[in-house]
């Protein structure tokens, strides 16, 4: 059997009636062109079922049309918790809308962002989206270093906001809201797990938490903090340790849906009913909260449209259609549930 030619940049220019460099133009992109060529040009392309050669586009167009998207935890924590999922579908389809293709990447240790960074900094991706990150990462001064556009997934802690590009969720609003409600529904023995103090997350629910009280006239008691890493296991070792600390407690905020559903369990091992004798609220509004015993009044953050914020924002660097930081705080509210 005779093999079919592939096709070519010039069967496309032949088929559409125009210059090789005109087709070369569409296909990259280039608004230096009608409308009348570009639809001509693209409906040659799906007849002949032209596939440009992408290595060769790269060497005209310097764009690797590629963005990785690194995450600064464990393979564990990426695939077991549910935020992370969300991003990963708000990134993912927004690249794809946009033509680019996503790298996903994970590391934790020094030695593995050192490898990263040479990676990243080595023509391989057009942009980086960082998410997770903890205090003193190295990655960011490596890109940066290397000019290589990037926007984090949640502000970073000790990074001027003039210099840097980020998409976020009002955290603090979302800590604040919780505790309000507890408020509301007369608690006064309000417990806390927080997330982790290295990461803006962590500390802007703990601030939010505190300031309701606050706002309140709860005076502050630091044996109903426990400091946790929003992992159902910090979770599952924070209601026994406020549980031994402070019996008495009516009330958990739990920084994150997987902390939430581990202080329903631990309460009820306790013998303990949520919500008559403890009430209990999450964070994330993930399916999790949705389905625990009993449903879980949780803050809802919209970790998919946070990850097609990222994406927009990264591409429109990439692309030249901006040139300065930009900064997109998406806000929260509180789904309420039989839990609080």
Do not use: C, K, W
Request: glycine share 10%; aromatic share 4%; hydrophobic share 40%.
């Amino acid at each position: 059997m005779e093999r079919r030619q592939r096709p070519t940049l010039e069967m496309v220019a032949a088929r559409a009636g125009v210059g090789r460099g005109t087709v070369s133009r569409v296909i990259n992109g280039s608004e230096q062109v009608s409308p009348a060529t570009r639809e001509a040009v693209q409906l040659a392309v799906r007849e002949l079922g032209y596939v440009p050669n992408r290595a060769a586009r790269t060497l005209v167009t310097r764009r690797t049309d590629t963005v990785a998207l690194v995450v600064s935890e464990t393979n564990e924590r990426l695939f077991s918790e549910p935020f992370y999922a969300g991003i990963v579908r708000g990134v993912g389809g927004a690249l794809s809308e946009r033509g680019f293709q996503l790298l996903l990447a994970m590391g934790r240790s020094g030695p593995e962002h050192e490898r990263l960074g040479d990676y990243l900094t080595g023509q391989h991706v057009d942009g980086v989206l960082l998410l997770s990150l903890h205090r003193n990462d190295p990655l960011p001064g490596v890109l940066a270093a290397a000019g290589v556009p990037f926007v984090y997934g949640g502000r970073p802690l000790g990074v001027a906001e003039d210099q840097m590009s980020y998409v976020d969720i009002d955290n603090f609003g979302g800590g604040r809201t919780a505790t309000q409600r507890l408020v509301q529904i007369g608690r006064r023995r309000i417990a806390t797990i927080t997330g982790p103090q290295d990461m803006v997350a962590g500390v802007e629910r703990l601030q939010g938490y505190r300031e309701a009280l606050a706002e309140a006239g709860i005076p502050e008691d630091e044996e109903l903090v426990y400091y946790g890493d929003f992992s159902y296991d910090s979770g599952a070792a924070g209601i026994q340790a406020l549980l031994d600390a402070a019996p008495d407690l009516d009330a958990i905020f739990a920084a994150s849906d997987l902390m939430g559903l581990a202080a329903l369990r631990g309460l009820r091992l306790a013998g303990r009913e949520v919500p008559d004798d403890v009430a209990v609220i999450g964070y994330d509004d993930s399916d999790v909260s949705m389905h625990a015993e009993p449903p879980m009044t949780t803050v809802n953050q919209s970790t998919e449209l946070m990850g097609r914020e990222m994406a927009r924002v990264l591409v429109d660097r990439i692309t030249g259609h901006r040139d300065t930081p930009a900064r997109v705080v998406l806000d929260t509210h509180l789904v309420v549930r039989e839990s609080a």
